[in-house]
């Protein structure tokens, strides 16, 4: 069994903003499969389905951001799923508005969402989507990423979430990281 999971935060206030780039993503890719996250345990909302050959269950935590992991390690060790069988999708902040980027593994990179996933799941040995939302210019970290993007900015992101869907199909399908990485790294 694998696991995708979009990190954001819960709740309509945060709905827009660049920190929920995970869970645009993972929206994105399900309405295009024709299923959406119905579900309601680990504290996420959830939905298991067949991709290909394969169980998948797709998560968003309903945690805020920075205890992303007690989901992730709830529902992993409830399922019996890997780190190496998940793929997180996540924004961040150093890499341009819409640039795609894929890791095996690693640190967090100063992300809340993936140092309470390590934490709580007790490995970095996890695969990461990850979608630039780029650094601030001119406003404090806090206020960018709670911030929705602009017109031009959401144009780029809904690029990204085309090119993030075919990766998690691929995933999904049992296509290795390394090729993903190769692909569209």
């Known amino acids: 069994m694998k696991l995708v999971a979009g990190l954001g935060n819960p709740g309509q206030r945060y709905e827009k903003t660049k920190h929920n780039t995970g869970f ?5 890719f399900a309405r295009k499969q024709g299923f959406s996250l119905d579900r309601n345990k680990f504290s996420a909302q959830w939905t298991k389905q067949k991709i290909g050959e394969n169980d998948v269950l797709f998560l968003e935590p309903q945690t805020d951001m920075n ?24 924004d961040d902040m150093d890499m341009p508005i819409g640039k795609i980027r894929l890791r095996r593994n690693g640190k967090s990179g100063g992300h809340n969402g993936l140092k309470s996933i390590i934490a709580q799941v ?26 929705p ?10 690029k ?9 199909l691929s995933f999904c399908q049992g296509q290795s990281i390394e090729f993903l990485m190769n692909k569209y790294n």
């Open 67 to 90: 205890a992303s992991g007690i989901a992730i390690a709830q529902a992993s060790a409830y399922f019996k799923i890997a780190p190496e069988d998940m793929l997180i999708i996540h």
């Open 160 to 168: 990204a979430f085309a090119t993030a869907s075919k990766i998690i």
């Open 122 to 147: 007790n490995s970095q040995n996890f695969n990461r989507l990850k979608i630039g939302i780029q650094h601030p210019q001119k406003m404090s970290v806090v206020n960018w990423v709670l911030s």
């Open 24 to 28: 645009m993503a993972l929206d994105y």
């Open 149 to 158: 993007f602009d017109t031009q900015q959401s144009a780029e992101m809904q």
